[in-house]
Protein backbone atom coordinates (compact mmCIF):
# COMPACT_ATOMS: atom_id res chain seq x y z
CA UNK A 1 0.00 0.00 0.00
CA UNK A 2 1.28 3.43 -1.06
CA UNK A 3 1.93 6.02 2.24
CA UNK A 4 -0.51 8.77 0.29
CA UNK A 5 -3.75 5.98 0.87
CA UNK A 6 -2.90 5.55 4.54
CA UNK A 7 -5.25 6.95 6.69
CA UNK A 8 -3.68 10.00 8.18
CA UNK A 9 -6.48 10.72 11.25
CA UNK A 10 -6.17 14.42 11.41
CA UNK A 11 -6.20 14.95 7.76
CA UNK A 12 -9.68 12.81 7.00
CA UNK A 13 -13.25 14.38 6.85
CA UNK A 14 -16.13 13.74 9.53
CA UNK A 15 -17.70 11.52 9.84
CA UNK A 16 -15.11 8.87 10.07
CA UNK A 17 -17.28 5.36 10.57
CA UNK A 18 -15.38 2.49 11.63
CA UNK A 19 -18.13 -0.76 11.74
CA UNK A 20 -17.86 -4.59 11.44
CA UNK A 21 -18.23 -7.68 14.16
CA UNK A 22 -16.87 -7.21 18.06
CA UNK A 23 -15.35 -10.54 17.17
CA UNK A 24 -14.29 -12.42 13.58
CA UNK A 25 -15.90 -15.92 13.89
CA UNK A 26 -15.86 -17.39 10.94
CA UNK A 27 -14.52 -16.45 7.33
CA UNK A 28 -17.68 -16.40 5.97
CA UNK A 29 -19.10 -14.27 8.88
CA UNK A 30 -16.32 -11.68 8.37
CA UNK A 31 -16.82 -11.59 4.65
CA UNK A 32 -20.56 -11.29 4.76
CA UNK A 33 -20.49 -9.14 7.24
CA UNK A 34 -17.91 -6.89 4.66
CA UNK A 35 -19.93 -7.43 1.44
CA UNK A 36 -22.68 -6.09 3.55
CA UNK A 37 -20.98 -2.58 5.00
CA UNK A 38 -19.40 -2.12 1.14
CA UNK A 39 -23.02 -2.33 0.28
CA UNK A 40 -24.22 0.34 2.46
CA UNK A 41 -21.44 2.28 1.53
CA UNK A 42 -20.24 5.22 4.61
CA UNK A 43 -18.09 3.12 6.43
CA UNK A 44 -14.23 4.24 6.37
CA UNK A 45 -12.41 1.47 7.89
CA UNK A 46 -13.67 -2.49 8.90
CA UNK A 47 -13.10 -3.81 12.17
CA UNK A 48 -13.02 -7.41 13.60
CA UNK A 49 -11.46 -8.67 16.85
CA UNK A 50 -9.02 -11.03 16.51
CA UNK A 51 -8.00 -12.00 19.68
CA UNK A 52 -10.58 -10.84 22.26
CA UNK A 53 -9.61 -9.95 25.93
CA UNK A 54 -12.90 -11.36 27.57
CA UNK A 55 -13.18 -10.31 31.70
CA UNK A 56 -13.57 -14.13 32.41
CA UNK A 57 -11.91 -17.19 31.28
CA UNK A 58 -13.69 -19.98 29.10
CA UNK A 59 -15.21 -17.34 27.11
CA UNK A 60 -14.42 -17.07 23.15
CA UNK A 61 -11.17 -15.40 23.07
CA UNK A 62 -11.23 -14.57 19.50
CA UNK A 63 -10.08 -16.85 16.77
CA UNK A 64 -6.40 -15.87 16.88
CA UNK A 65 -4.07 -15.57 14.01
CA UNK A 66 -6.18 -17.59 11.38
CA UNK A 67 -8.30 -14.63 11.59
CA UNK A 68 -5.39 -12.16 10.17
CA UNK A 69 -6.21 -13.84 6.09
CA UNK A 70 -9.77 -13.30 6.31
CA UNK A 71 -9.23 -9.56 7.19
CA UNK A 72 -6.78 -9.41 3.98
CA UNK A 73 -9.25 -10.93 1.91
CA UNK A 74 -12.10 -8.48 3.10
CA UNK A 75 -9.10 -5.59 1.96
CA UNK A 76 -8.91 -7.51 -1.35
CA UNK A 77 -12.35 -8.55 -2.34
CA UNK A 78 -14.46 -5.07 -0.97
CA UNK A 79 -11.67 -2.46 -0.66
CA UNK A 80 -12.28 -1.81 2.84
CA UNK A 81 -9.02 -0.90 4.73
CA UNK A 82 -8.97 -2.74 8.01
CA UNK A 83 -8.45 -2.51 11.76
CA UNK A 84 -7.76 -4.69 14.94
CA UNK A 85 -7.30 -4.82 18.43
CA UNK A 86 -3.51 -5.62 19.47
CA UNK A 87 -2.49 -6.85 22.98
CA UNK A 88 1.11 -7.61 23.21
CA UNK A 89 4.44 -7.78 20.71
CA UNK A 90 3.12 -10.92 18.89
CA UNK A 91 -0.34 -9.48 18.24
CA UNK A 92 2.01 -6.41 16.45
CA UNK A 93 4.08 -8.35 14.19
CA UNK A 94 1.21 -10.82 13.19
CA UNK A 95 -0.65 -7.61 12.20
CA UNK A 96 1.90 -5.80 10.02
CA UNK A 97 2.67 -9.40 8.12
CA UNK A 98 -0.81 -9.41 7.49
CA UNK A 99 -1.17 -5.82 6.13
CA UNK A 100 -3.24 -4.84 8.50
CA UNK A 101 -4.21 -1.01 8.10
CA UNK A 102 -4.64 0.29 11.58
CA UNK A 103 -4.44 -0.86 15.24
CA UNK A 104 -6.38 -0.17 18.24
CA UNK A 105 -5.04 -0.85 22.09
CA UNK A 106 -8.02 -2.09 23.56
CA UNK A 107 -9.24 -0.77 27.25
CA UNK A 108 -7.96 -3.35 29.24
CA UNK A 109 -4.32 -2.40 27.88
CA UNK A 110 -4.74 0.77 28.14
CA UNK A 111 -5.03 0.34 31.65
CA UNK A 112 -1.54 -1.57 32.36
CA UNK A 113 1.74 0.96 31.40
CA UNK A 114 3.65 -2.43 31.18
CA UNK A 115 1.49 -3.76 27.95
CA UNK A 116 1.26 -0.34 26.24
CA UNK A 117 4.96 0.43 26.39
CA UNK A 118 5.60 -3.26 25.06
CA UNK A 119 3.18 -2.62 22.55
CA UNK A 120 5.12 0.51 21.37
CA UNK A 121 8.33 -0.66 21.36
CA UNK A 122 7.02 -3.42 18.89
CA UNK A 123 5.68 -0.20 16.60
CA UNK A 124 9.06 1.70 16.98
CA UNK A 125 9.78 2.43 13.32
CA UNK A 126 6.55 1.68 11.84
CA UNK A 127 4.05 4.58 10.78
CA UNK A 128 0.49 2.56 11.27
CA UNK A 129 -1.97 4.39 12.51
CA UNK A 130 -2.91 3.63 16.02
CA UNK A 131 -6.22 4.22 18.16
CA UNK A 132 -5.90 4.09 21.66
CA UNK A 133 -9.36 2.96 23.54
CA UNK A 134 -9.56 5.26 26.81
CA UNK A 135 -8.85 2.63 30.21
CA UNK A 136 -11.71 0.44 31.50
CA UNK A 137 -11.49 3.12 34.54
CA UNK A 138 -12.14 6.56 34.70
CA UNK A 139 -8.17 7.82 34.96
CA UNK A 140 -7.19 10.82 32.34
CA UNK A 141 -3.45 10.21 33.08
CA UNK A 142 -3.53 6.58 32.31
CA UNK A 143 -5.39 7.26 28.62
CA UNK A 144 -2.78 10.53 27.96
CA UNK A 145 0.28 8.04 29.26
CA UNK A 146 -0.65 5.28 26.41
CA UNK A 147 -0.39 8.13 23.98
CA UNK A 148 2.68 9.60 25.36
CA UNK A 149 4.35 5.99 25.15
CA UNK A 150 3.07 5.54 22.08
CA UNK A 151 4.43 9.52 21.04
CA UNK A 152 7.67 8.20 22.77
CA UNK A 153 8.80 6.00 20.05
CA UNK A 154 7.92 8.40 17.38
CA UNK A 155 4.49 7.50 16.15
CA UNK A 156 2.43 10.31 15.08
CA UNK A 157 -0.44 9.07 13.43
CA UNK A 158 -2.80 8.79 16.39
CA UNK A 159 -6.80 8.74 17.18
CA UNK A 160 -8.35 8.12 20.58
CA UNK A 161 -11.78 6.04 21.23
CA UNK A 162 -14.01 6.82 23.99
CA UNK A 163 -15.09 3.83 24.63
CA UNK A 164 -16.85 4.83 28.35
CA UNK A 165 -15.90 4.11 31.82
CA UNK A 166 -17.08 0.68 33.83
CA UNK A 167 -19.22 1.56 37.12
CA UNK A 168 -20.41 -1.51 39.20
CA UNK A 169 -23.45 0.63 40.35
CA UNK A 170 -24.36 1.45 36.52
CA UNK A 171 -27.47 0.34 35.40
CA UNK A 172 -28.29 2.26 32.04
CA UNK A 173 -24.59 2.04 30.13
CA UNK A 174 -22.73 -0.69 30.14
CA UNK A 175 -19.95 1.50 30.55
CA UNK A 176 -20.69 5.00 31.17
CA UNK A 177 -19.80 7.50 29.12
CA UNK A 178 -18.58 10.24 31.74
CA UNK A 179 -18.16 12.79 28.50
CA UNK A 180 -15.91 15.06 30.96
CA UNK A 181 -13.03 13.06 30.83
CA UNK A 182 -13.36 12.92 26.93
CA UNK A 183 -13.72 16.43 27.21
CA UNK A 184 -10.52 16.99 29.28
CA UNK A 185 -8.37 14.82 26.98
CA UNK A 186 -9.61 16.72 23.88
CA UNK A 187 -8.29 19.96 25.45
CA UNK A 188 -5.49 18.43 26.25
CA UNK A 189 -4.53 17.18 22.89
CA UNK A 190 -6.99 18.97 20.88
CA UNK A 191 -4.39 17.67 17.74
CA UNK A 192 -5.42 13.98 18.41
CA UNK A 193 -8.73 13.10 17.34
CA UNK A 194 -11.53 11.48 19.42
CA UNK A 195 -13.93 8.54 18.00
CA UNK A 196 -16.59 7.05 19.80
CA UNK A 197 -17.67 3.81 20.21
CA UNK A 198 -21.41 4.00 20.95
CA UNK A 199 -21.65 -0.02 20.90
CA UNK A 200 -19.33 -0.49 24.28
CA UNK A 201 -20.31 2.59 26.14
CA UNK A 202 -24.70 1.32 25.42
CA UNK A 203 -24.03 -2.48 25.67
CA UNK A 204 -27.32 -2.75 24.22
CA UNK A 205 -28.44 -1.78 20.57
CA UNK A 206 -31.71 0.66 21.88
CA UNK A 207 -29.61 3.79 22.93
CA UNK A 208 -26.82 3.43 20.61
CA UNK A 209 -27.84 6.69 18.18
CA UNK A 210 -28.22 8.88 21.32
CA UNK A 211 -24.88 8.92 21.97
CA UNK A 212 -23.51 9.10 18.74
CA UNK A 213 -25.66 11.97 17.90
CA UNK A 214 -24.29 13.44 21.37
CA UNK A 215 -20.32 12.66 20.16
CA UNK A 216 -21.29 14.00 17.11
CA UNK A 217 -22.42 17.34 18.52
CA UNK A 218 -19.19 17.39 20.49
CA UNK A 219 -17.39 17.84 17.14
CA UNK A 220 -15.86 13.87 17.64
CA UNK A 221 -14.16 12.82 14.16
CA UNK A 222 -16.00 9.25 13.84
CA UNK A 223 -17.80 6.39 15.39
CA UNK A 224 -16.99 2.71 15.88
CA UNK A 225 -19.96 0.72 15.92
CA UNK A 226 -20.05 -2.68 15.80
CA UNK A 227 -22.28 -4.41 13.24
CA UNK A 228 -22.92 -8.09 12.60
CA UNK A 229 -24.82 -9.92 9.84
CA UNK A 230 -26.67 -12.15 13.44
CA UNK A 231 -26.42 -10.07 16.08
CA UNK A 232 -28.44 -12.54 18.79
CA UNK A 233 -26.04 -15.04 17.78
CA UNK A 234 -22.76 -13.48 18.17
CA UNK A 235 -20.04 -15.36 19.67
CA UNK A 236 -19.33 -11.68 21.90
CA UNK A 237 -20.95 -8.53 22.70
CA UNK A 238 -24.44 -9.67 21.01
CA UNK A 239 -26.87 -7.34 22.69
CA UNK A 240 -24.94 -4.54 21.36
CA UNK A 241 -24.59 -4.62 17.65
CA UNK A 242 -26.62 -4.19 14.67
CA UNK A 243 -27.17 -5.24 11.33
CA UNK A 244 -25.44 -3.34 8.65
CA UNK A 245 -28.79 -2.44 7.07
CA UNK A 246 -29.91 -0.72 10.51
CA UNK A 247 -26.05 0.97 10.42
CA UNK A 248 -27.35 2.31 7.14
CA UNK A 249 -30.28 3.66 8.59
CA UNK A 250 -28.63 4.88 11.58
CA UNK A 251 -25.72 7.08 9.41
CA UNK A 252 -28.26 8.31 8.03
CA UNK A 253 -30.37 9.82 10.76
CA UNK A 254 -27.60 11.34 12.44
CA UNK A 255 -27.28 15.22 12.04
CA UNK A 256 -23.36 15.81 11.40
CA UNK A 257 -23.10 19.64 12.23
CA UNK A 258 -20.76 21.94 11.15
CA UNK A 259 -18.27 22.45 14.12
CA UNK A 260 -16.63 25.57 14.72
CA UNK A 261 -13.79 25.50 17.67
CA UNK A 262 -16.29 28.47 19.19
CA UNK A 263 -19.21 25.67 19.16
CA UNK A 264 -16.95 23.51 20.79
CA UNK A 265 -15.83 25.63 23.74
CA UNK A 266 -19.42 26.33 24.27
CA UNK A 267 -20.73 22.76 24.12
CA UNK A 268 -18.35 21.52 26.24
CA UNK A 269 -19.15 23.63 28.91
CA UNK A 270 -22.59 22.74 28.53
CA UNK A 271 -21.80 18.83 28.69
CA UNK A 272 -20.09 19.92 31.65
CA UNK A 273 -22.67 21.38 33.50
CA UNK A 274 -25.52 19.27 32.30
CA UNK A 275 -23.50 16.14 33.57
CA UNK A 276 -24.02 17.58 36.94
CA UNK A 277 -27.63 17.99 36.31
CA UNK A 278 -27.45 14.55 35.06
CA UNK A 279 -25.95 13.58 38.36
CA UNK A 280 -28.43 15.28 40.70
CA UNK A 281 -31.39 13.86 39.34
CA UNK A 282 -29.58 10.45 39.58
CA UNK A 283 -29.57 11.15 43.62
CA UNK A 284 -32.92 12.74 43.61
CA UNK A 285 -34.70 9.56 41.74
CA UNK A 286 -32.57 7.34 44.48
CA UNK A 287 -34.04 9.10 47.77
CA UNK A 288 -37.04 9.00 45.92
CA UNK A 289 -36.72 5.41 45.64
CA UNK A 290 -35.84 5.00 49.21
CA UNK A 291 -38.26 7.07 50.46
CA UNK A 292 -41.07 5.10 49.13
CA UNK A 293 -39.00 2.26 50.72
CA UNK A 294 -39.76 3.94 53.84
CA UNK A 295 -43.42 4.61 53.22
CA UNK A 296 -43.94 0.85 52.69
CA UNK A 297 -42.67 -0.14 56.10
CA UNK A 298 -44.85 2.63 57.58
CA UNK A 299 -47.69 0.97 55.69
CA UNK A 300 -46.82 -3.00 56.92
CA UNK A 301 -46.57 -0.83 60.54
CA UNK A 302 -50.14 0.96 59.69
CA UNK A 303 -51.71 -2.34 58.97
CA UNK A 304 -50.55 -4.58 61.79
CA UNK A 305 -51.81 -1.68 63.73
CA UNK A 306 -54.95 -1.29 62.20
CA UNK A 307 -54.50 2.64 61.36
CA UNK A 308 -55.35 4.38 58.23
CA UNK A 309 -53.03 5.17 55.52
CA UNK A 310 -53.64 8.46 55.30
CA UNK A 311 -52.72 11.14 58.53
CA UNK A 312 -54.06 14.53 57.83
CA UNK A 313 -52.34 16.03 60.16
CA UNK A 314 -48.86 14.34 59.37
CA UNK A 315 -49.53 15.68 55.74
CA UNK A 316 -50.25 19.06 56.99
CA UNK A 317 -46.89 19.12 58.96
CA UNK A 318 -45.17 17.90 55.91
CA UNK A 319 -46.35 20.48 53.72
CA UNK A 320 -45.35 23.35 56.11
CA UNK A 321 -42.19 22.25 56.35
CA UNK A 322 -41.57 22.06 52.86
CA UNK A 323 -42.90 25.15 52.11
CA UNK A 324 -40.41 26.60 54.52
CA UNK A 325 -37.51 25.17 52.57
CA UNK A 326 -38.44 25.95 49.88
CA UNK A 327 -38.85 29.44 50.05
CA UNK A 328 -35.49 29.50 51.81
CA UNK A 329 -34.28 28.46 49.05
CA UNK A 330 -36.13 30.51 46.90
CA UNK A 331 -38.61 28.34 44.96
CA UNK A 332 -42.08 29.07 44.20
CA UNK A 333 -45.24 27.68 46.89
CA UNK A 334 -47.15 26.35 43.86
CA UNK A 335 -44.12 24.31 42.80
CA UNK A 336 -43.38 22.83 46.35
CA UNK A 337 -47.46 22.06 46.56
CA UNK A 338 -47.06 20.23 43.06
CA UNK A 339 -44.06 18.50 44.14
CA UNK A 340 -44.70 17.50 47.51
CA UNK A 341 -48.45 16.38 46.61
CA UNK A 342 -47.32 13.78 43.57
CA UNK A 343 -44.98 12.57 46.15
CA UNK A 344 -47.12 12.00 48.73
CA UNK A 345 -49.60 10.29 45.96
CA UNK A 346 -47.15 7.94 45.26
CA UNK A 347 -46.57 6.96 48.75
CA UNK A 348 -49.66 6.41 49.41
CA UNK A 349 -50.16 4.23 46.56
CA UNK A 350 -47.44 2.84 47.45
CA UNK A 351 -49.20 2.13 51.01
CA UNK A 352 -52.37 1.09 49.65
CA UNK A 353 -51.02 -1.93 47.79
CA UNK A 354 -49.39 -2.77 51.19
CA UNK A 355 -52.38 -2.81 52.62
CA UNK A 356 -54.07 -5.04 49.57
CA UNK A 357 -51.20 -7.33 50.14
CA UNK A 358 -49.84 -6.25 46.33
CA UNK A 359 -46.29 -6.59 47.30
C1 LIG B 1 -13.90 -4.26 21.21
O1 LIG B 1 -13.79 -3.21 20.56
O2 LIG B 1 -14.48 -5.26 20.81
C2 LIG B 1 -13.40 -4.28 22.60
C3 LIG B 1 -13.01 -5.38 23.21
O3 LIG B 1 -13.43 -3.07 23.13
P1 LIG B 1 -12.95 -2.49 24.56
O4 LIG B 1 -11.48 -2.63 24.60
O5 LIG B 1 -13.42 -1.07 24.44
O6 LIG B 1 -13.70 -3.27 25.61
MN1 LIG C 1 -17.02 -5.84 21.43
Given at each position: MSESKQIVFNKIQRPFIISGPCSAETEQQVLQTAKELKEIGGVNLFRAGIWKPR????????????GLPWLQKVKEEYGFKVTTEVANARHVDLCMKHGIDVLWIGARSTVNPFVVQEIAEALKGTSIPVMVKNPINPDLALWIGAVERLQKVGLTNLAVIHRGFSNL???????????QIAIEFISHYPEIPIICDPSHICG?????FDVAQKAMDLGYLGLMIESHIDPDNAWSDSAQQIKPPKLNSFLHELVYRDTHADDAVIQNELVRLRDKIDQIDDAIIQLIVERMLIAKDIGVYKKAHNM???QAKRWAAILKRMHILAEKGGLSGDFITQYIKAIHDESIDQQERVMKDEN
Open positions: TRPDSFEGVGVISEKYYRNTPQWRRDILTIF
